[in-house]
């Protein structure tokens, strides 16, 4: 049914939760699975010249954390006896990145965690998931966290 199962990650323990689910997803269909790492490049645009962290050092920290991110999921996924494919994605936004990934591979869904912002968080940070669901033209499987 899944030939080829995308996994955005970005650290959270709901997107390790997602990772487990696709991984419970592939070993019954035989998917593949392939988990992202999207980075924003350029988060900063717009906010002023004087930042106390510089571009340079979060582009950095950002491919660190994606490396060890991207390599626990890899240990998820090859635990089941999968063959895991990671990726470290640069988009403007998380969302575009998934999409734009997804098509790429031919993704025939995407499971990803939702943090279930509300209000305010929600309005401020924006919901990465709602996007992708209005977007996606493949299945969008949303695991809460």
Known sequence: M?????????????????????VDIASTYGSA?????????????GV?????YGQAEYVTAAKAEARE????????VEAAGLKANTRMVEA??????IIETADAIKADLVVMGSHGRHGLEKLMLGSVTQRVLQHATQPVLVVRG
């Open 2 to 22: 899944y030939k080829h199962i995308l996994v955005p990650v970005d650290g959270s323990s709901t997107s390790m939760q997602a990772v487990r689910q696709a």
């Open 33 to 45: 699975v392939t988990a992202i790492y999207v980075i924003d490049p350029y988060p900063f645009t």
């Open 48 to 52: 002023g010249t004087e930042l106390a």
């Open 69 to 76: 991110t991207l390599a626990a999921a890899r240990t998820q």
């Open 92 to 97: 403007h936004a998380a969302w575009r990145g």
